[in-house]
């Protein structure tokens, strides 16, 4: 890997790492390694308001974590790649080591 294409990859990573950053995020992606949600159940299940997940989802799909796809009159999100909730699940697990 030349060091040009090794710089662009640490800057995806840090992209990533980045759109992960707020805890919600965190437990939105944690939520959907257990399979597709909606909204509605995203809001029931982090007893978070639905603006506030929404805006979170947008940040989500913008940096390519999650894809929505339509069921029915809902939009049903779902992880891009199964990595993403190792990176989250290993992160959460890390934190709550002994120190």
Known sequence: MTSTNAYEAYTG????????SAPIRLAIVSELANGERCVHELVEQLGAPQPL???HLRV?????????????????YALVDEHIA???ADAVSHS????
Do not use: P
């Not at 989500?60 to 049903?76: F, N």
């Not at 709550?96 to 120190?99: H, L, W, Y």
């Open 53 to 55: 997940v929404s805006q």
């Open 60 to 76: 989500l799909r913008g940096a390519g974590v999650v894809r929505g796809s339509r069921r029915g009159r809902e939009i049903a």
């Open 86 to 88: 190792h990176i989250v």
């Open 13 to 20: 990573a840090g992209e990533l790492l980045r759109a992960l």
């Open 96 to 99: 709550g080591e002994a120190t």
